[in-house]
């Protein structure tokens, strides 16, 4: 029988994706609340300790003036925060109890804080800038549409669920990290240098993801087909069949496959392999061998390692197989094992009197690389414009984890378990305040910029010195730029009506 719990997380999970999707039902301006009893878990972290928590975090330490500065783009008359935009943008929040309430819109990064301090979301999304103002949808009709978002990437650890060891779900951890990281770096990558693209923002979703936001003007005029384009150009793995994935790439590659495989094959040999085990048991090293088209060689390889030792234990301390330590070698087993295949599988090649099944042969173990560690892309979150998608520095409900923004060039050096929470910064802050002698009055006073000396202050000063200052003098730039030829262009009026 389904119990209490299992009703709400289903209808918890169909209202996320109606948000994500922008489905009318949940896209209204009154809050919409749903009537189920509240799981455990929901309500340990959505109760009286978790609120105040989330109360004291808007009012000290949210940076609403650099998200707000952010989402206007040097321009308050295109805001669009959580869905929001004083003549356009838009914006959705998750209040306690499982309200969600979308369609909101602020004029300046005050009422921002103001609606933040008074409604305390448990989460807040970001929408598109609409063609009129939000909060007014219904005057318009059906001249209310999206005009500019940025052009978003969602990459979540339950898609790579079938190949970690390490665990799955919600899971996340150290051992896994690097199916994020070499993901960021391939996609940076070919965002920039593909399409151009300058202003990236990659923000760890709080849990078990990352969402990438990429802001230049270009990106957020991009309609709906030529979104689907660019995640089509980026994406490899068109799904996962008989527990094998079904890659779009030939015998040619790209030249943008070509630069992928040489960062897929660095992190396969130096991350993937030893910290993933992913040859080192039956259950795993049978589902590998699945991509070597030739079945001789498949059965003596498995034939071969099942007689052999385990190397590092699957979830326990990272180790040397017993035959390596005794020799004096670091390297793990996996990365042994993926060496002889690749060994094998060049010699067999060789033998083969079809150049067409020595190259079918040999691209096997590229299939194998691109399998399981080229990016993951839910395609759906980028392709329309009015997706919604989880702001950064949101603290994610279930973690207590902050959105923090990561840097591309470091990814390899994030850590998920490093990620500050709303506890631990309500606790620096009130520690550092009042180390400082200041009183409860003074320290609610220190407003908006309270961030400052606590764990989040790096982040922040990373997120406005790498993505928020670069973005803005841009921004300005093009906003110049289009006031100089307006103004041109009404001197070329009067000109001729003069004549």
């Avoid at 929040?93 to 008074?118: H, N, P």
């Avoid at 793990?332 to 090649?349: F, G, I, P, T, Y």
């Avoid at 691209?363 to 392709?383: C, G, M, N, Q």
Wanted: hydrophobic share 40%; with cysteine; aromatic share 8%.
């Amino acid at each position: 029988m389904e119990t209490a719990t299992e009703r709400q997380d289903a209808k918890r999970a169909k209202t996320e994706h109606q948000a994500a999707e922008g489905a009318e039902p949940m896209a209204v301006d009154d809050a919409v609340q749903q009537k189920d009893a509240a799981a455990p878990e929901q309500q340990q972290q959505t109760g009286p300790s978790m609120r105040f928590l989330m109360t004291q975090y808007y009012k000290r330490l949210f940076p609403v003036q650099q998200m707000f500065k952010w989402l206007c783009y040097g321009n308050a008359a295109t805001l669009r925060l959580t869905a929001a935009s004083a003549a356009g943008a838009s914006c959705a929040s998750t209040l306690e109890g499982d309200i969600f309430v979308r369609y909101q819109s602020y004029k300046s990064w005050t009422d921002l804080a103001t609606d933040l301090a008074r409604k305390v979301p448990s989460k807040i999304d970001i929408g598109p800038v609409y063609t009129h103002d939000p909060r007014q949808r219904a005057k318009y009709a059906k001249d209310f549409k999206p005009v500019q978002r940025e052009l978003v990437i969602d990459i979540d650890m339950t898609d790579y669920d079938e190949l970690r060891t390490c665990g799955s779900g919600g899971h996340i951890c150290s051992r896994c990290w690097p199916f994020i990281a070499v993901a960021i770096q391939v996609l940076d990558t070919a965002l920039r240098e593909d399409f151009g693209f300058q202003h990236i923002l990659w923000v760890y979703s709080g849990r078990r993801g990352v969402h990438c936001w990429v802001a230049d003007e270009g990106a957020r005029l991009l309609a709906d087909d030529v979104r689907a384009s660019v995640v089509g150009y980026l994406s490899v793995i068109r799904g996962v069949e008989g527990g094998m994935a079904k890659l779009g790439m030939g015998m040619v590659k790209h030249p943008a496959l070509e630069r992928a495989e040489r960062l897929l094959r660095s992190a396969w040999r130096q991350h993937l392999l030893p910290e993933q085990c992913l040859l080192d048991e039956p259950q795993h090293y049978n589902a590998l061998l699945q991509y070597i088209p030739d079945e001789e060689l498949r059965s003596s390889l498995a034939a071969k390692w099942a007689k052999g030792g385990q190397g590092i234990v699957p979830g326990g301390n990272r180790r040397a197989s017993a035959a390596a330590a005794a020799a004096g070698d670091s390297v793990s087993l996996s990365v042994r094992r993926w060496d002889e295949l690749e060994k094998a599988v060049k010699e067999q090649a060789s033998r083969l009197p079809s150049g067409k099944a020595a190259k079918a042969l040999e691209k096997s173990l590229d299939d194998i690389i691109f399998a399981y560690s080229y990016p993951r892309l839910d395609v759906e979150v980028t392709k329309k414009m009015n997706h919604l998608l989880k702001a950064p520095f949101c603290v994610h409900p279930k973690t207590g984890k902050v959105c923090v923004p990561i840097d591309p060039e470091a990814a390899w050096d994030f850590d998920p378990d490093d990620v500050p929470t709303v506890q631990q910064l309500v606790q620096e802050i009130n520690e550092q305040q009042q180390d400082a002698g200041a009183s409860p009055q003074q320290q609610q006073a220190a407003g908006a910029e309270g961030w400052q000396g606590t764990s989040l202050e790096p982040y922040i000063a990373a997120f406005a010195s790498s993505f928020l200052s670069p973005l803005a003098a841009s921004s300005k730039a093009a906003l110049n730029e289009r006031a100089q030829a307006a103004a041109a262009e009404q001197r070329t009026q009067r000109a001729d009506v003069s004549w």
